[in-house]
């Protein structure tokens, strides 16, 4: 195992003549919750589907759970968990049945199959709903589910693309709450979102932009990046202030700028 849970340079995707990802570096260390963000369409679900072995870079690389991303993409697939931001589910199936299937991916089996569906409803909380059609679920138990399906293997890195999309503002909370425990426990995770309030959360950051990396580190650090004499207004998540710099191109420093580590 590397030192690092992602260590990867200048990833690049090309989708025909669109760059969509454009030299992306990062680092992120294990147990960190790191989260992602930026506008709509500026590169975050396809850096990670890059960063999750599923989709093959242009350019760059580096390591996932110091695994090659280029020769070793089959372990890096077995290795993480990955929520995708369009997960899918069996509505006419039950949780255990939905959790049963992505099982299969992971070849568990038996035992520790038991074992395992009981530990992540334990953890996530689902385990009276087990038998429940996920047609009767209620969104933020959708999203629970999606979740539990990607921890069944025990990854120790899992990357959540807009895993609270659509979720009220407490499950929102308990979901959180179930990251930051998990994270105690030494997991790792990835996660994309764009509320800023969560993406408050997170030990460090990266922003990004039209496929390029125009800041990152923790809230302090983004907050430095403000421009001179901005007043966030009272109530306002500073990152959304960020955020909104940010997209108006407003943030000191420019793009482009090297990534702190720390
Ligand atoms: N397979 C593809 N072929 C062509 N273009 C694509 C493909 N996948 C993504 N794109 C384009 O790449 C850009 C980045 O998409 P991506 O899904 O990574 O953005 P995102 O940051 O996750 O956005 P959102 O916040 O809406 O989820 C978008 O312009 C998108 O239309
Ligand atoms: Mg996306």
């Known amino acids: 195992m590397g030192l690092a849970a992602i260590d990867v340079h200048g990833l690049t995707k090309q989708f025909g003549s669109f760059q969509a990802v454009a030299g992306v570096d990062l680092q992120v260390n294990y147990g960190e919750i790191f989260g992602f963000i930026g506008p709509n369409g ?15 870079p242009t350019a760059g690389g580096g390591t996932v759970l110091g695994y090659d991303l280029e020769r070793e993409a089959e372990q890096i697939r077995q290795g993480i ?12 199936l039950t949780v255990r049945e939905n959790m049963q299937f992505y099982a299969g991916a992971y070849s568990l089996t038996g035992r520790t199959l038991q074992q395992r569906l009981d530990a992540v ?10 038998d429940q059609i996920v047609a009767d679920l209620a969104t933020g138990w959708r999203q ?31 979901f959180w709450g179930l990251l930051y425990r998990m994270a105690a426990d030494g997991m790792t995770f990835f996660v994309t ?23 990152s580190g923790d809230v302090a650090s983004l907050a430095a990046r403000l421009p001179d004499g901005h007043k966030v207004p009272p109530g306002v998540p500073v990152l959304e202030e960020v955020f909104v710099a940010l997209t108006e191109g407003r943030l000191k420093g420019g793009a482009g700028h090297k990534l702190d580590s720390h």
């Open 144 to 174: 629970r589910l999606a979740l539990a399906s990607a921890l069944l293997h025990e990854p120790l890195l899992v990357f959540l693309d807009e895993p609270t999309a659509g979720v009220d503002p407490l499950t929102r909370r308990d």
């Open 42 to 56: 500026s590169g975050k679900s396809t850096t990670i589907r890059m960063l999750c072995g599923l989709l093959r």
């Open 193 to 215: 979102t764009h509320f800023m309030d969560e993406a408050e959360h997170c030990h460090r950051l990266a922003c990004i932009d039209q496929g390029r990396i125009v800041a």
């Open 81 to 92: 968990g990955y929520m995708s931001q369009r997960f899918s589910l069996y509505k006419e």
């Open 121 to 130: 409803m334990e953890v996530t909380g689902l385990s009276a709903r087990a």
